[in-house]
């Protein structure tokens, strides 16, 4: 049976009407669709602005980007303000502008954020919110370290050999951050040590707003006897403000003021061999990402302290780190440490003022 041109025609656009509305029906149900309840699945669900949804676990929630552990796609760091909806499951910490830390289930909806405890429900603007972090954590979630090996060998008319180490340990929850730094150096030449120096540094911070915190312990561990320093202690509290918070570059600000005690490897005669005095210390530091792949960080931190003690003392670090995996960098750092007033050793030997080098190492990240 043959059939009139009109027949066809017909029929072909009846058959595009139909796929059409097959094709709208599924894109409309796939716009609607929500996922299950978290609490019966035991996880997290994020919806994107491009209207996809992921489904994994919040590790946290610091500087405006969502990190983020999917089932399928592995760790991912999602901009706060690319999220449209967030139905989270389990008990969270969150840092607010305006009441600081709540605790409670999470839900974002939007441009609000939907805290709900056992007996309130509080409701926030998104942007209100500064950090959160889950309340059951999970192995290691709300920790960050680094560390940095490098060696060096030089043989001929000289033999000489280089070792440099540096460690950055970080915790970070809702409204808190605890940091460890170590920075160390040897160096050898022709069987002589030509320099030993150990730095360790930790701090613990309490957030009361977006912007400033106060710095309730920071203490730190000083050696160096080639600047006649068998060991220097300092310890104070103070507090801070945070100049620049986005998602590429962190700026803070500290002062502190404290007591340090220092004992000299060796003195003059009729000297005394370790000295005690008040401390006022201002630090800041600077992190940021130069490119995806390059980052720079600087540190300084000035000390103020009696006459014997050395009256002035600063110490920078700047560092470039060039990733070369995910885990892996390339740090170049300049270190400047000076003293002002340096102590004389039991031969009269007064140590330099200034100690500047360059640390190039591997570093491993976690």
């Not at 894109?27 to 929500?34: D, F, G, L, V």
């Not at 706060?80 to 909806?85: E, F, L, Q, R, S």
């Not at 701090?203 to 957030?207: G, I, N, Q």
């Not at 006459?307 to 050395?310: A, D, L, M």
């Given at each position: 049976?043959?059939?009139?041109?009109?027949?066809?025609?017909?029929?072909?656009?009846?058959?595009?009407?139909?796929?059409?509305?097959?094709?709208l029906?599924a894109?409309?149900?796939?716009?609607?669709?929500?996922p299950p309840?978290?609490?019966?699945?035991?996880?997290?669900?994020?919806?994107l602005?491009?209207?996809?949804?992921?489904?994994?676990?919040?590790?946290?929630m610091?500087?405006?980007?969502?990190h983020?552990?999917?089932?399928?796609?592995?760790?991912?760091?999602?901009k706060?303000?690319?999220?449209?909806?967030i139905?989270?499951?389990?008990?969270?910490?969150?840092?607010?502008?305006?009441?600081?830390?709540?605790?409670?289930?999470?839900d974002?909806?939007?441009?609000?954020?939907?805290i709900a405890?056992?007996?309130?429900?509080?409701?926030?603007?998104?942007?209100?919110?500064?950090?959160?972090?889950p309340?059951?954590?999970?192995?290691?979630?709300?920790?960050?370290?680094?560390?940095?090996l490098?060696?060096?060998?030089?043989q001929?008319?000289?033999?000489?050999?280089?070792?440099?180490?540096?460690?950055?340990?970080?915790?970070?929850?809702?409204?808190?951050?605890a940091t460890?730094?170590?920075l160390?150096?040897?160096?050898?030449?022709?069987?002589?040590?030509?320099?030993?120096?150990?730095?360790?540094?930790g701090?613990?911070?309490?957030?009361v707003?977006?912007?400033?915190f106060?710095r309730?312990f920071?203490?730190?561990?000083f050696?160096?006897?080639?600047?006649?320093?068998?060991?220097?202690?300092?310890?104070?509290?103070g507090?801070?403000?945070?100049?620049?918070?986005?998602d590429?570059?962190d700026?803070?600000?500290?002062?502190?003021?404290?007591?340090?005690?220092?004992?000299f490897?060796?003195?003059?005669v009729?000297?005394?061999?370790?000295?005690?005095?008040p401390?006022?210390?201002?630090?800041?530091?600077?992190d940021?990402?130069?490119t995806?792949?390059?980052?720079?960080k600087?540190?300084?931190?000035?000390?103020?302290?009696n006459?014997?003690?050395?009256r002035?003392?600063?110490?920078?670090?700047?560092?470039?780190?060039?990733?070369?995996?995910?885990?892996?960098?390339?740090?170049?750092?300049?270190?400047?440490?000076?003293?002002?007033?340096?102590?004389?050793?039991?031969?009269?030997?007064?140590?330099?003022k200034?100690?500047?080098?360059?640390?190039?190492?591997?570093g491993?990240?976690?």
């Open positions: 049976m043959r059939l009139s041109k009109h027949t066809v025609t017909t029929a072909y656009w009846q058959a595009l009407v139909v796929v059409g509305y097959i094709t029906s894109a409309s149900s796939a716009n609607n669709w929500t309840p978290p609490k019966s699945v035991n996880s997290t669900w994020v919806q602005v491009s209207g996809e949804w992921v489904k994994g676990d919040v590790i946290s610091y500087q405006d980007r969502l983020f552990d999917s089932d399928k796609l592995g760790v991912l760091s999602i706060w303000g690319d999220i449209v909806t139905h989270a499951s389990g008990e969270f910490g969150i840092f607010t502008e305006t009441d600081g830390k709540v605790i409670g289930q999470l974002r909806i939007g441009d609000k954020v939907v405890s056992s007996d309130s429900q509080r409701i926030y603007d998104a942007f209100d919110v500064v950090s959160i972090a309340r059951e954590e999970r192995a290691f979630s709300q920790w960050s370290a680094k560390v940095s490098g060696y060096s060998v030089r001929g008319n000289n033999d000489e050999s280089e070792f440099n180490a540096s460690a950055d340990i970080k915790r970070q929850t809702a409204n808190t951050r460890i730094d170590y160390g150096y040897m160096s050898v030449k022709d069987d002589s040590q030509t320099a030993n120096n150990h730095r360790l540094k701090v613990y911070d309490r957030f707003s977006r912007k400033f106060w309730t920071q203490g730190e561990l050696i160096d006897k080639f600047q006649n320093i068998e060991r220097r202690t300092t310890v104070g509290s507090f801070g403000y945070r100049l620049i918070e986005n590429t570059t700026w803070d600000i500290s002062t502190t003021l404290g007591y340090q005690i220092t004992r490897d060796s003195v003059e009729g000297q005394q061999d370790d000295e005690r005095t401390a006022l210390t201002a630090s800041t530091v600077y940021t990402e130069l995806h792949w390059i980052d720079w600087t540190s300084m931190q000035l000390m103020i302290v006459e014997v003690s050395g002035y003392t600063h110490h920078l670090v700047s560092t470039i780190s060039t990733e070369i995996t995910k885990y892996i960098d390339f740090d170049v750092s300049v270190v400047w440490d000076r003293t002002d007033n340096p102590r004389a050793d039991a031969d009269g030997v007064i140590p330099e200034d100690d500047y080098r360059m640390v190039v190492g591997i491993i990240d976690y």
